[in-house]
């Protein structure tokens, strides 16, 4: 009887105490400041130099480029950019090296699929990808 008595004291009084958890897909999750979450992609500030994909420890970045269109303009045009999010690691390099800021991370954490090959995003996805975007990446 008394076992019950402290356990009901117990739950008494936790009931009270402000809650914890959170109401995940209806709340959202607050992040810290420097959260590393999934890529965003700016293919108009792209100059096609490589150095995210030469940085890469997972080499999961592939990006191609062509000359650009115009004579008149040197450089290149952003063909493609994929990233294959099976492997990798949010590691912050690839936006760390960018000379243009092409591309940022974001806080947006929610990569989950059914597919493996729905984990690899192409320049598309990646350009339409701007949620959570942190206060000091927006332009």
């Not at 030469?54 to 115009?70: A, E, R």
């Not at 590691?91 to 493996?116: G, H, K, Q, W």
């Amino acid at each position: 009887m008394l076992g019950l008595a402290k356990g009901l004291k117990y739950t008494l009084k936790n009931m009270t105490k402000e809650k914890v958890t959170y109401q995940y897909p209806e709340e959202p999750i607050p992040m810290p400041d420097r959260f590393r979450g999934i890529q965003k992609f700016y293919p108009e500030k792209c100059i096609v130099c490589n150095q995210c994909a030469n940085i890469c420890p997972t080499d999961c970045i592939q990006l191609t480029g062509k000359k650009h269109p115009d004579p008149d303009k040197k450089g290149k045009v952003i063909d493609t950019y994929d990233i294959n999010f099976e492997i990798c690691i949010l590691c912050d390099l690839c936006t760390e090296v960018c000379p243009t800021e092409a591309i940022v991370m974001t806080n947006n954490f929610e990569l989950a699929e059914y597919s493996r090959d729905d984990l690899f995003k192409n320049l598309e996805w990646l350009d339409e990808n701007d949620q959570n975007i942190r206060e000091e990446n927006k332009a």
